[in-house]
């Protein structure tokens, strides 16, 4: 069974940073593209970061620059380290595949705010 376990969001002020985690388990993760996707309050979910099995990455417009994905193959993690955070970047934030699967963790809550 597929289990995806986000961590490390929380409240941060206007310009600061966060480092989000996801522990990915039941899949072959080394094989698999991974990203951040995330859901603002009455938006749909967005894929905002994403990296391949090779570790190539791509990012939304709206981070790139800001946003750096990465992942541990050894570890079966993913990892979205985020700079310079805005108000708009307040989400809950979370991993999966690309394309994902119907199955989602609970996320993690990410709130920017002065």
């Known amino acids: 069974q597929v289990q995806l376990v986000e961590s490390g969001g929380g409240l941060v002020q206007p310009g600061g940073s966060l480092r989000l985690s996801c522990a990915a388990s039941g899949i072959i993760f080394s094989i698999n593209d991974m990203g951040w996707y995330r859901q603002a309050p009455g938006k749909q979910r967005e894929l905002v970061a994403r990296?391949?099995?090779?570790?190539?990455?791509a990012y939304a417009d709206s981070v790139k620059g800001r946003f750096t994905i990465s992942r541990d193959n050894a570890k079966n993690t993913v990892t979205l380290r985020m700079n310079s955070l805005k108000l708009e970047d307040t989400a809950v934030y979370y991993c999966?595949?690309?394309?994902?699967?119907?199955?989602w963790g609970q996320g993690t809550q990410v709130t920017v705010s002065s």
């Open positions: 999966n595949k690309v394309p994902p699967l119907d199955s």
């Open positions: 990296i391949s099995s090779f570790s190539s990455t």
